[in-house]
């Protein structure tokens, strides 16, 4: 199964710490999504899609990018990392989910994870969440991971 990450990690690093953790099971490439190009993802059987949060959001620059891509029939999931908890009546992961449905892509599922968050109110208390994501946060992603590339496979 050929994998691809495509991670927006701007502030410290969290979303790209736990792209790693995905890809050592995933035997898949991180990239940014100005270091990839749209046919390059069609050439992959699974794709994943991940940034922090950004005022309740997941960055603009990914969110661009999936806008750009062709209509694909091909297996997705979405991973974010985030300062404070994703609330269940309004996950952060749900707009991105929508539209790679929206692009024909199959959402296989979402991943995430509470990271160290410096953004304003924060920053005068000298951030949150300091030591994470942390080494049960990484575990969990492999197994998030692990669970991608043992589950059913699905046809184009």
């Known amino acids: 199964m050929k994998t691809l ?35 390059e993802v069609a050439g992959h059987d699974l794709v994943g899609f991940g940034s922090g949060v950004f005022a309740q959001r997941m960055h603009p620059d990914l969110l661009a990018f999936v806008r750009a891509l062709p209509a694909s029939s091909r297996r997705a999931f979405v991973f974010a990392t985030s300062g404070l908890p994703e609330p269940a009546f309004a996950p952060y992961t749900r707009p991105l989910v929508r539209l790679l449905h929206h ?6 599922g979402t991943f995430t994870c509470r990271a160290f968050d410096t ?9 949150i969440n ?7 946060d990484l575990t969990a992603a492999r197994e998030f991971a692990l669970r991608l590339a043992t589950g059913p496979a699905r046809t184009a």
Do not use: Y
Request: proline share 5%.
């Open 5 to 39: 990450l495509v991670c927006t990690s701007v502030s410290h690093g969290n979303t790209r710490r736990v792209a790693q953790a995905m890809a050592e099971v995933l035997d898949a490439r991180v990239v940014a999504p100005q270091e990839v190009t749209c046919a």
């Open 130 to 136: 300091k030591q994470r994501p942390n080494e049960d």
């Open 103 to 108: 692009k024909g892509f199959e959402v296989e």
């Open 119 to 127: 953004w304003a109110p924060f920053r005068l208390i000298g951030g």
